[in-house]
C-alpha cells in the first residue's frame, strides 16, 4: 500500500463528521485529499469551502478513477447512506471504514441510521450506548469491529440527546483510529 496518508471521505448529510475529520488532519496525520457525495448535500459545501476536491456521483467507475487519482489509501465512510457494491468491498478489502452509532454487533443493520438508532438503543432498554468503527464488508454495519467508544444512558435521555452525545465520541473516535489504521500500514 502507497503511504499518501490520503484519505477519502464519503457523506451524504449535513457533514459534521466530515468537519471533524476536516478540523483533526494536523494532529492525526493524515489528509482529507477527497470528498464524495451521491447527492447534493452540505457535506459537498463543508469540502468546498475548505479547498477540498469533491466528486458527486454514483457511478462507481468514476469514483473508482478519482480514487486513484488522488493517490488514496483509506476510504472513510461518515454518514454515507448508499449500500456500497460487492466489487468496491473485495477491491478495497481492510482499505475502507465506516463509523456507526451503536455498539455493533447491536443495533446496526439494514433501516439503522440517524435518530432510529439511539430510537432502538432506548426501547432496549441498553444502559450504554456508544459507536463503531468497522471494516466496511458486502453486509451492511456486519464488517470487522475496529474500535468502540461508549456513553452511558442517562435515565432522562431522549434518542436526540443520547445521539448527541455518542456523535461527541465518534468525533474523537474516528480521527484516532484513521491514524492507528495508516500508522499499522506502514
Ligand atoms: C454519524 O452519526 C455517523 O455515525 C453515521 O451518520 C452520522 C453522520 O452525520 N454513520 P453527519 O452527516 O456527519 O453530520
Known sequence: ???????????????????ALIDNQ????????LVVANRTCTALERAQTAHIPTLQSCDWTKIGHA??????????????LTIIPEWICH?????IINIHPSLLPKHGGKGMYGVHVQE??????????GCT???VSA????GHIIAQATVEVLANDTPETLSQRVQQEEK????????QLLNNAK
Open 1 to 19: 500500500m502507497s503511504d499518501t496518508r490520503n484519505i477519502a471521505v464519503f457523506a451524504s448529510g449535513t457533514g459534521t463528521t466530515l468537519q
Open 91 to 95: 477491491k478495497w478489502e481492510k482499505r
Open 172 to 179: 474523537k473516535l474516528l480521527p484516532q483510529t484513521i491514524e
Open 133 to 135: 468503527v468497522h471494516y
Open 26 to 33: 494536523t494532529e492525526y496525520g493524515y489528509h482529507v485529499a
Open 120 to 129: 432502538a438503543v432506548l426501547a432496549a432498554g441498553d444502559t450504554v450506548a
Open 67 to 80: 480514487l486513484t487519482q488522488h493517490s488514496i489509501q483509506l476510504i472513510v465512510l461518515a454518514g454515507f
Open 139 to 142: 453486509e451492511v454495519d456486519g
